[in-house]
């Protein structure tokens, strides 16, 4: 099994500061990664944390805010949101989300008895159009997540990060992260 919890970006006023910023949500993170420009990268091994976070965030910083959990490094749900503007959320690693929902809503597996080839397609066929037109929603408030943080980005990395089938939820996060254009430790772009 691997990471399971909660990756958060945000940026504060405080640019070079190394003092992390009080969070009543996240009192003691496991890792507080200061970077460049007064970013911050919070790591959490707790599971639970407020679905509002990332708009809390946005509102207290006044800067761009995303929260990922990710689900037993093998998918995770990105939250994310701007001062002023609404949330928003998508699931990453779409063949467990479809599989995932499948379960959720029609109840079977692929390999139950008695659901024929058909019978399973139809139902990711439903499943993969609501998550396709989720995704595209999803895209467009990336960008304007990327766009807002005034940070160099590249939408063809953007839209290349949240297709991405890595394996590791985890890494697949850390790579959305970088293709919003959130710095990394070294200053420089992912």
Do not use: K, Y
Not at 20 to 41: F, K, N, Q, S, V
Not at 45 to 50: D, F
Not at 168 to 177: G, I, K, P
Request: proline residues 6%; contains cysteine.
């Amino acid at each position: 099994m691997g990471f399971h919890g909660h990756l958060l970006a945000f940026r504060t006023d405080e640019t070079g500061s190394t003092d992390r910023p009080a969070l009543p949500e996240l009192p003691h993170p496991d890792e507080a990664l200061a970077l460049p420009d007064g970013w911050w990268l919070l790591t959490t091994r707790i599971a639970a944390l407020p679905e509002e976070l990332a708009a809390r965030l946005a509102e207290r910083t006044g800067a761009p805010a995303l929260v990922v959990q990710v689900h037993h490094d093998d998918r995770s749900v990105v939250r994310g949101c701007v001062p002023g503007g609404g949330a928003w959320s998508f699931e990453h690693n779409v063949r467990l989300v479809v599989e995932h929902e499948v379960r959720e809503r029609f109840g079977c597996e692929r390999d139950d008895e008695g659901l024929s080839d058909a019978e399973w397609q139809e139902c990711v066929d439903e499943v993969t159009a609501a998550w396709t037109a989720d995704r595209a929603e999803a895209r467009h408030h990336a960008l304007a997540w990327a766009t807002a943080t005034g940070r160099p980005f590249a939408p063809d990395h953007l839209e290349l990060a949240l297709e991405s089938d890595e394996l590791s939820a985890e890494q697949a996060a850390r790579t959305l992260l970088h293709a919003l254009g959130v710095p990394t430790a070294d200053g420089m772009e992912g």
